[in-house]
């Protein structure tokens, strides 16, 4: 199946400081998908990105979908408490295949 | 409601029992997807469903399991004779249609003791 390497697989920050993560796939993907996860809770999307080169905001947050279709990145700016969270990127394989691949996530911790 | 609704938000079953998830999409999805998350892992792909139509098992891991969904609607993933094994979180997800943003449910918590 499908390979989706994200990194770094955890990280502790100061608050205020601009954090990136990033997922990289063997092939191109045609989709990708980034979301945070809380405890006990479902995975929320934060951006979704359908173009090769395409760069998103939602607030602080930035994402785009690599030139290469076989990456993407996220870019949180200013971090906050309440950017604790894991955050997994999901990207849809080219080609007519359904299910959605997920990276095995980053573990952020903000210190206050 | 507006968002994907999942019940029970927890399960606790005796090994060998079988179980019962289920799926309430967002109104208009035509695409379902069910996923597994072990205890600190990623998300496992289950199945997907395109209508009431089931295009892609490639995920269910045994016999065990099995999905369906009726009316464009509510999907119910049953698994029989639990394991150990299976203890994870069940969470079902829909799209507009195949490629686009997936909503997330918060999940099933399933404990097999």
């Known amino acids: 199946g499908q390979q989706l390497n994200q990194s770094p697989q955890s990280m502790f920050i100061q608050e205020g400081e601009d954090v990136s993560m990033n997922c990289t796939s063997s092939s191109i993907f045609n989709t990708w998908l980034w979301y945070k996860q809380d405890p006990g809770e479902g995975p929320v999307l934060l951006i979704a990105?359908?173009?090769?080169?395409e760069l998103t905001s939602n607030g602080r947050l930035t994402a785009q979908f690599g030139i290469t279709r076989k990456d993407s990145f996220l870019n949180i700016s200013a971090s906050i408490p309440s950017d604790v969270g894991i955050y997994f990127c999901a990207g849809l394989p080219r080609g007519t295949g359904n299910q959605f691949y997920f990276g095995t996530g980053t573990s952020l911790t903000v210190i206050p | 409601g507006a968002g994907v609704s999942q019940s029970p938000s927890n399960k606790v079953t005796e090994k060998g029992k079988d179980v019962e998830l289920r799926c309430d999409p967002i109104?208009?999805?035509?695409?379902l997807y069910w996923y597994r998350q072990r205890l600190g892992q990623g998300l496992e792909f289950l199945i997907y469903f395109q209508g009431n139509s089931a295009p892609d098992k490639s995920g269910l891991p045994s016999d065990r399991f099995s999905a369906e969904r009726t009316g464009e609607s509510v999907s119910t993933l049953t698994i029989q004779r639990t394991q150990q094994e299976d203890s994870a979180v069940y969470l079902c997800a829909s799209s507009l249609n195949r490629g686009r943003k997936l909503f997330f449910g918060s999940g099933t918590q399933l404990s097999v003791l």
């Open positions: 990105l359908y173009k090769a080169g």
């Open positions: 109104s208009g999805h035509t695409a």
